[in-house]
């Protein structure tokens, strides 16, 4: 009898994708023996790193919460500490916690067919050490922590002041007085700027071309669902209703493209201070959705406006100059502190390097099955959630159907199951992530392939999805027998 490995499934990261694995994991499989291999020393992944002024999720948290974990607050917009204390308590409630290896980060994984099994190489606090494992899930979202996307922003380095990258906030910038120009116009920018508004002695968002600011409420009271329902069921409802809101908006906004523009343009125009103009800086030349819609909550972005220390500017960059911008349009921004909220560097896997029976693994090569299993690739599944919703959705769906491939596996005694694409030339190539955004374009050689039809084609929705999981066709797997030999 052939040694068995270490564990029957590591999952790698420690934040919403990991610690939801791990739950589906010791829910379904209590026999199981499983890790979190966490590189930080604390969970949270994201949520954990970024200490920029003012981080919040931008999706609901009664979606972006566990389902097995309700978020039980009624604000459905909630910071960064909050998210993290979140998920410590949801993790440490069902002895999640106790699994997880703290400093301990993935710096290779070679699967062996003849073992059947993951040997994975481990930079255990400073210290290489070996783990071997059944089964692998990559919970590691998909942004690059140790590096941002780099934006080429012509004389930078002639800037007299302090440049910042929300990525990397230093804990003990002080920005009070100071003139600060945020450069970008995404969710981490609108983020910041009625943040650093209540300090700054002017915050400037400087954008390349704009994009579409809804409002959220983010009530924190009571609502008639709680009061007339018991509170497990009530939670179970607003998880419902902000599902089902998410999809009618997006369906709405990618049907009705122009209409959804003049809905959105309309409440932008009525938010705005009088003497701001909505074109050019909030009349994006794109439709609704073909990038993500930045939320602000209770209208916070627009409040700024009104309140004289936040301004927007709508240009490109000629150059930077020790003491500010100059746009080509001639106008210049004067600034003490730059901020580049140019977007995130993704990357796949936590930055580890992936081989199969000694051949290293290129994702972009490849198709990935289901969204979340990459072509040739034996018994490892990808956490990569929804761009169109939150991302905990895509986890939940991805796990759905992580518990039962595992299943099947013990049901049927197969030791290994692989996405095989037999006729690649008959798939018709399309992108993984549907969106047009600096970041998702520059990730071509980094993300793996879908196709527009089949198993390989891209997800859809969480309900849809969700179901497949559970009870749809498996097709697109080649399931192996093989003992564990050595």
């Known amino acids: 009898m052939a040694n068995a490995p270490d564990f029957d499934v590591v999952i790698i ?48 948290l009664f979606t972006f919460g566990f389902q097995w974990y309700p978020w039980h607050k009624n604000n459905p917009i909630a910071t960064g500490d909050s998210i993290v204390q979140y998920l410590g308590e949801a993790s440490s409630k069902h002895g999640i916690d106790k699994n997880i290896r703290f400093q301990h980060r993935l710096k290779h994984a070679s699967w062996s067919s003849a073992h059947q099994e993951w040997a994975l190489s481990v930079e255990a606090r400073g210290e290489p050490t070996s783990i071997s494992a059944r089964f692998i899930i990559f919970g590691t979202g998909y ?20 440049v910042i990258h929300p990525q990397f906030w230093p804990e003990d910038l002080d920005y009070t ?45 009571k609502s008639l669902i709680d009061y007339i329902m018991p509170r497990a069921v009530a939670l179970r409802m607003k998880r419902l209703q902000w599902i089902l809101l998410a999809r009618i908006t997006f369906t709405f906004c ?5 209409l959804a523009r003049w809905v959105l343009g309309l409440r932008t125009k009525r938010l705005l201070p009088k003497d701001m ?37 709508t240009g490109v960059i000629k150059t930077v100059t020790s003491t500010g911008i100059n746009l080509e349009s001639g106008d210049i921004l004067d600034a003490d502190i730059i901020v580049t909220a140019t977007g995130l560097k993704l990357q796949l896997a936590g930055g580890a390097t992936i081989h199969v029976d000694g051949k290293a693994v290129a994702p972009s090569d490849k198709f990935i099955w289901r969204g979340q299993m990459i072509q040739d690739v034996p018994n490892a599944t990808f956490v990569i959630g929804y761009t169109n919703a939150s991302w905990t959705l895509g986890a939940e769906a991805t796990a759905s159907m992580v ?15 692989v996405p095989r694409v037999e006729n690649p030339e008959d798939l018709k190539e399309t992108a ?3 969106l047009n955004s600096t970041y998702v374009k520059n990730a071509g050689s980094i993300m793996p392939k879908a196709a527009t039809t089949g198993p390989f084609a891209p997800r859809g929705s969480y309900l849809e999805d969700n179901f497949r999981a559970k009870h749809g066709a498996i097709k697109g797997l080649e399931w192996v027998r093989e003992p564990l030999t050595k």
């Open 403 to 417: 518990v039962r491939l595992l299943g099947k596996m013990n049901e049927g005694g197969y030791s290994s199951v």
């Open 13 to 60: 990261g420690a934040g919403i994708s990991g610690i939801n694995s791990a739950y589906r994991i010791q829910t379904a499989f209590p026999n199981y023996r499983y890790c979190i291999l966490e590189a930080r020393d604390n969970i949270g992944g994201t949520w954990d790193l970024f200490k920029y002024p003012g981080i919040r999720s931008d999706s609901d």
């Open 277 to 313: 103009a909505f074109d050019p800086h909030f009349n994006p030349t794109y439709n609704p959705w073909t990038q993500r819609l930045c939320l602000c909550p209770d209208g916070d972005f627009y409040k700024a406006l009104h309140g004289g220390h936040a301004d927007i500017a």
């Open 432 to 434: 993984l992530l549907n």
């Open 143 to 162: 942004y690059d922590y140790s590096t941002p996307l780099q934006a080429h922003i012509p004389g930078i380095d002639n800037f007299g002041g302090k």
């Open 177 to 221: 007085d100071k003139k600060v120009v945020v450069i970008g116009s995404g969710a981490t920018a609108v983020t910041l700027v009625p943040k650093l508004a209540e300090k700054a002695k002017m915050v400037t968002m400087l954008q390349r071309s704009p994009t579409y600011i809804a409002v959220l409420p983010n009530a924190s009271s």
């Open 254 to 258: 990618v049907t009705f493209p122009r």
